[in-house]
């Protein structure tokens, strides 16, 4: 099932090649007529903020992939135990005694003592979280198009250090379309770049 936001975008590669970018109605429509043009491309769709590779089923027209993925996006996901008008679900969480009895005394019990904590944690990494959501992306990136290039290696252990000088070096000599879409999408994922928050 492919659940896209407004604001999401994706990226289609047909071999190294970089076809398309932006909503995913237009990327898709873009690919098919690649295919169309040349049924033995290997395609991949991406959804740029994680890199995960976005399965679109290209039978029939380009109209006709289009329809499919509006009636795939407006499904809801099942909800689970909670309370599911607010947004809440229901999960086990595995503590020592010692915890359970802190979380407990603590004023709202211990629901709200989690919630709290959680949230003051998010807030405290935040810029840590969104960097190593970056690295984690562009190292998808990288080992599904870039995985058999010189250096992906090196590039790879570079990316995760944090030198982004390395790095770039380390891509330079790879097809230009998925060095330039690494190179986008490094943006994030070095410290001298990640956004305050």
Not at 13 to 32: E, N, Q, W
Not at 141 to 157: D, I, K, V
Request: charged share 30%.
């Amino acid at each position: 099932m492919i659940m896209a936001t407004e604001n999401q975008t994706y990226t289609a590669f047909a071999g190294m090649r970089r076809i398309a970018s932006g909503d995913l109605a237009t990327v898709a429509a873009k690919a098919k007529a690649s295919l169309d043009h040349d049924e033995g491309v290997s395609i991949l769709i991406l959804d740029d903020e994680t890199c995960r590779v976005v399965e679109v089923d290209f039978r029939g027209t380009a109209d006709d992939v289009v329809k499919r993925l509006g009636q795939t996006s407006g499904k809801a996901e099942p909800r689970g135990s909670g309370r599911p008008k607010l947004g809440v679900v229901a999960r086990e969480v595995t503590l020592l005694p010692r915890h359970w009895e802190w979380l407990n005394a603590q004023p709202g019990g211990a629901s709200v003592a989690l919630r709290k904590l959680v949230e003051e944690a998010r807030r405290s990494n935040e810029a840590k979280d969104r960097m190593r959501q970056a690295q984690e992306a562009l190292y998808r990136f990288m080992s599904t198009l870039a995985g058999n290039e010189a250096g992906f290696e090196e590039a790879s252990r570079a990316l995760f250090a944090g030198d982004r000088k390395l790095f770039e070096a380390l891509i330079r000599l790879w097809p230009k379309d998925v060095r330039d879409h690494a190179e986008r999408l490094a943006g994030a994922a070095f410290a001298d770049d990640a956004p305050n928050p």
